[in-house]
């Protein structure tokens, strides 16, 4: 991985397959950040030091995962591998053209593009 991958991750915590962010705030002094990933609202947690941020993030995962199961709900995961995005359409156009031109779909070149922006070295 890049270092500048590994800076990027150094922020983001990790728990049962979940994701969440590590911010600071300097009007509140505390540390705080969302679950990333999630398309159902905002999930925020924070802590004084990191150790009670991680701890909040692992609980807010918890009670997510809790909730889930009492109202019988299948949990979203982040990062299904399927998203939307809205271009404007002569942008929609040159990308369309493009992948033609290149002999590869619509999707598959965003995502090299997408690849190569993220300095992925992805072969598919």
Known sequence: METR????????LTYRGYYGSVEFSSGNNCLY??????????MTYE???????KAGFEETVDMYLEHCSECNIQPQKPFSGL????????????VAFKAKEKGVTVNRFISSVLERELHLNTKH
């Open 5 to 12: 991958q590994k800076k990027q991750m150094s922020n983001i």
């Open 47 to 53: 802590g004084a030091t990191l150790e009670e941020l």
């Open 83 to 94: 998203f939307s995005i809205r271009l404007n359409p002569h942008l929609h156009q040159l």
């Open 33 to 42: 950040g969302t679950l990333i990933g999630l398309e159902s609202g905002a």
